[in-house]
């Protein structure tokens, strides 16, 4: 038993590469697990400036030199964020307010819809299982007003945690994309020996992983900015905040997108009812989710992230169950990842 196992070893790690690469993954995943909340400042603004790098490359392709590329680049984030600062979050953060504040219309409106549904489809819903609904609903609300109640006592220390992220983020960027060289280099110090395999990892992480971050990047945008004009004409409540719910979804695979289609048809339900502009607000709801995934994801994505559905799936929620939204977020960065180190390892049992 012990001389089969220790063969199995020798066959997965053939050199000292591999083994010094399996313990800094390892760290990196303990690390992760007991301070992923401190580092998050961190891990968004390496992103941030892994997106802007192909920004400056794409500037740097009009005859432009480097520092001003550079320049330009950190100019044209700092103009965009400080939009919306002072734009979209203040719009999104008054739309939640009136939100909140409307959510015990919304809940009366609510009901008044459930309770009139036994007249209307006598055939499909009875009075006892209403009263079995009205039941449960009315358990859950005591256990939500519960954690409203303990998250309203820790808001300040999460107020004051967000400005300081809003402060660190742009000062994190300027570093990560001026000074990446340096960076990079002292990171590699650390790896002793051949680095083959570290190369070949790179290689295919930044052929996938750029044109995935950058094209949903794209996406984000274009899917957003569309639901937000067939949410605003046809005079939606929330459209800002349905909008920007829309635009990120697409993150999360198949599942992001059925996510955020249950506000979306409960808020088009409780103000139009089952009248001509609810079912105009979910058809063309329903439209741009098929042009999204039939004509704009081909269209942005060159090479797409070559992962099967069902590891997408799986990858969504056993990552977020290990991490939580940031392990949800960068489920397909992982699962590519782990993938690229398994076509780059040495040896595979």
């Known amino acids: 038993m012990l001389e089969q196992l220790n063969r199995v070893l020798k066959k997965v790690f053939t050199n000292e590469e591999t083994i010094v690469f399996s313990i800094a993954i390892l760290l990196f995943f303990i690390v992760i697990s007991f301070f992923g909340s401190v580092l998050t400042p961190f891990i968004i603004s390496i992103i941030v400036a892994y997106l802007l790098v192909g920004l400056q490359k794409k500037i740097q392709s009009f005859n432009v030199n480097q520092n001003i590329a550079l320049v330009i680049t950190f100019s044209i984030f700092i103009i965009t964020g400080a939009a919306l600062l002072v734009w979209l979050v203040p719009l ?4 939640l307010q009136d939100f909140v504040l409307d959510v015990p219309n919304l809940f009366n409106n609510f009901l008044d819809f459930i309770s009139g549904l036994p007249t209307k489809f006598p055939d499909l819903v009875s009075s006892d299982q209403i009263a079995i609904f009205f039941q449960a609903v009315s358990e859950e609300i005591s256990v939500i007003a519960q954690n409203i109640v303990k998250s309203s006592i820790s ?24 000074d990446r060289k340096n960076i990079i280099e002292g990171f590699l110090k650390i790896i002793p020996g051949k680095r083959q395999m570290l190369t070949d990892i790179w290689k295919e992480m930044d052929i996938q992983l750029s044109n995935y971050v950058r094209g949903k990047t ?20 929330y459209s ?19 996510l955020v289609t249950i506000p979306i048809v409960i808020i088009g339900l409780l103000q139009f009812g089952l009248d001509t502009q609810f079912y105009i607000l979910i058809s063309l709801y329903l439209l741009l989710q098929a042009l999204d995934g039939n004509l704009l ?14 590891v997408i799936i799986l990858a969504v929620f056993v990552f977020g169950s290990m991490f939580g939204f940031w392990g949800v977020f960068f489920s397909i960065p992982i699962a590519t990842f782990i993938k690229a180190v398994w076509n780059a390892w040495p040896s595979k049992i």
């Open 240 to 258: 800002a905040l349905l909008s920007v719910l829309v635009g990120f979804s697409v993150i999360i695979p198949y599942v992001g997108a059925f």
């Open 155 to 178: 808001g300040i220390q999460s107020t004051i945690t967000i400005l300081l992220y809003i402060i660190l983020f742009p000062i994190l960027v300027f570093f990560f994309l001026f």
């Open 92 to 95: 999104l953060y008054i739309q």
């Open 297 to 310: 994801v081909p269209l942005i994505f060159s090479e797409t992230v070559k992962l099967h559905p069902v």
């Open 218 to 237: 794209i996406e984000i945008f274009i899917v957003g900015l569309a639901a937000a004009i067939i949410f605003s004409s046809l005079g939606l409540k």
